[in-house]
Structure formats: structure tokens, C-alpha cells
T-cell receptor, first 108, second 114 residues
């Protein structure tokens, strides 16, 4: 069993839909990161969380440390949101453990 | 633009050839990382450098060497390339601790070993 599990693995949505991607982890962490990778593109850091909730534009990330769970929400989804979203956790300070990603496709 | 620059973007090698992937950051970050990304496996850490002058093995270091040349630069060398090293390689950096800082990635280097 992977230490970081994401669900779903693949997700399709119509433009405008509210999207949720989940991340569960099994180790103690100091922080959780959400990353975005567009097809054929580089990787961009969206959020780093150690507690609570963060919001940036249409993206919201939440974390529940007790339940070892985080969610990434996208409101009013758009085709440009189509990408792979990767959850990663920091058990210490030097390294990240990555999930295998959630592939999101948003259709017009 | 500030960020992480890695070169080359694409490279094709024959088995047994050597090459070096270069990475430089201009954000005054202390920690630098080399990852490989393979389909269905997520990102895996090859080597990292927590500060200038130090390097440590990650999850998949076999077949690779690294050099932290100075605070800005962290290179990855394949001494004798193998087909199993066909992958996309990403360099990344962070200010200090990953528990308190985001990671900034380079654009990636796609390596094919024939």
C-alpha cells in the first residue's frame, strides 16, 4: 500500500462543475503539498498546507491532520484546469512522498 | 525570469553513453532535488542536496551521481546510460525546509536511452 493515495485516479467533468480530488496518507507529516502538471508541461506548486484551509482563486485546499486526509476543490471548472494534480507529503523536512496523481479532464 | 532552469530539454543517448543534466536556480534556495517521473509511478527522488556542499541519496540513486557545484547549481550525471533510465527528469529547489516552503520545479528533461 502506498503511503500517499489519491482518488480518483481519473476524473472527467463538464465546464462549470465543482471538482474534488482527495488525498489520504498514512504517515505523520509536517506539511502537505498540492502540485499541478499540465500535459507535456512542467510541475507547479499550488498549495502547501499544515493545517486548515487555503484558497487561491478558484482553487481551495483543505487538510484534516487527525484524519490524515486532504482535499483539493476546483470551483467553476474550466478546460484550462485539465491537468494532473499531485498530492505530496513531507514526513520530515527534507523529502516528499508523492501520490501517483489524479488526471482531470474538463470538457467545454 | 526567476526560477529553476534545467538543460537539456531533450536528449537521446545510446546504451553506455554518459551525460550530465544541468540545473540552476536563482532564488537563493538552499535545498535542491533531482526527481525522475515514469508513467504510473509518480515522482521518485534520485538525489538531493540540503545545502551547498552536501548531497544525499534518495529513493532511486543507482546509476546516477550528483554534484552541488555551488549554491545555485546541482547537476545529475549518468555515467553509463541504460534503457531503464529512460524517463523525464525534474530538478527542483526550495528555500529551506519542505515542511515550511513550497517546491519550485524546472521544466523537465526528457531522456531516451536506446
Amino acid at each position: 500500500k502506498n503511503e500517499v493515495e489519491q482518488s480518483p485516479q481519473n476524473l472527467t467533468a463538464q465546464e462549470g462543475e465543482f471538482i474534488t480530488i482527495n488525498c489520504s496518507y498514512s504517515v505523520g507529516i509536517s506539511a502537505l503539498h498540492w502540485l499541478q502538471q499540465h500535459p507535456g508541461g512542467g510541475i507547479v506548486s499550488l498549495f502547501m498546507l499544515s493545517s486548515g484551509k487555503k484558497k487561491h482563486g478558484r482553487l481551495i485546499a483543505t487538510i484534516n491532520i487527525q484524519e490524515k486526509h486532504s482535499s483539493l476543490h476546483i470551483t467553476a471548472s474550466h478546460p484550462r484546469d485539465s491537468a494532473v494534480y499531485i498530492c505530496a507529503v513531507t514526513p520530515g523536512t527534507d523529502k516528499l512522498i508523492f501520490g501517483t496523481g489524479t488526471r482531470l479532464q474538463v470538457f467545454p | 525570469n526567476a526560477g529553476v532552469t534545467q538543460t537539456p530539454k531533450f536528449q537521446v543517448l545510446k546504451t553506455g553513453q554518459s551525460m550530465t543534466l544541468q540545473c540552476a536556480q536563482d532564488m537563493n534556495h538552499n535545498s535542491m532535488y533531482w526527481y525522475r517521473q515514469d508513467p504510473g509511478m509518480g515522482l521518485r527522488l534520485i538525489y538531493y542536496s540540503a545545502s551547498e556542499g552536501t548531497t544525499d541519496k534518495g529513493e532511486v540513486p543507482n546509476g546516477y551521481n550528483v554534484s552541488r557545484l555551488n549554491k545555485r547549481e546541482f547537476s545529475l550525471r549518468l555515467e553509463s546510460a541504460a534503457p531503464s533510465q529512460t524517463s523525464v527528469y525534474f530538478c527542483a529547489s526550495t528555500l529551506d525546509s519542505l515542511g515550511a516552503n513550497v517546491l519550485t520545479f524546472g521544466a523537465g528533461s526528457r531522456l531516451t536511452v536506446l
